[in-house]
């Protein structure tokens, strides 16, 4: 399946909706490196529209992980569930920080397996995370 382009304007309005963070760790723009990039929350390949509801940003590691995957097993209860969707879903029902800033941690069935699915504690990332925390650039103040 070929991908679609995403206008200029849409990529921008989906940044600004987003507070320039992943949906998914909220890893800011502006302390992660490499450019944010879109996702989406349906994967085209499952059907998922181009449109700005359908549509987050997510950091390399999360969209690399997420991939074309809706669910995942939640390691408490061994369901599947759906995995988070930053555009209907508040951050704060489902994710905590955890060890000083440095740990998302799973607050409800769909966080626990988000957390796991897109690997959102791998070490490098909890690395980043301490020296963020130190420079005073993380976790961030608001997490809706």
């Known amino acids: 399946m070929r991908k679609r382009v995403i206008p200029a304007a849409l990529r921008r309005a989906v940044a600004e909706s987003a507070r320039y963070r992943c949906g998914y760790c909220l890893t800011s723009q502006r302390i992660v490196g490499p450019l944010l990039e879109l996702d989406h929350i349906i ?3 499952c059907g998922g529209s ?3 509801t ?6 390399p590691l999360c969209n690399s992980h997420k991939g074309d995957r809706m669910e995942a097993m939640d390691p408490e209860t ?4 759906a995995l988070f969707n930053p555009r209907n879903e508040r951050w704060s029902d489902h994710f905590e920080w955890g060890a000083g800033g440095t740990m998302v941690q799973g ?3 769909n966080g626990r397996a988000t957390v796991v699915a897109l690997a959102m504690n791998h070490p490098d990332m909890i690395a980043c995370r301490r020296l963020w925390v130190l420079a005073g650039w993380h976790p961030p103040l608001e997490c809706e």
């Open 78 to 81: 061994q369901s599947i569930v």
């Open 54 to 59: 359908n549509l987050t940003l997510a950091c």
């Open 50 to 52: 181009s449109d700005e």
């Open 43 to 45: 994967p085209e390949a």
């Open 107 to 109: 607050r409800s069935a």
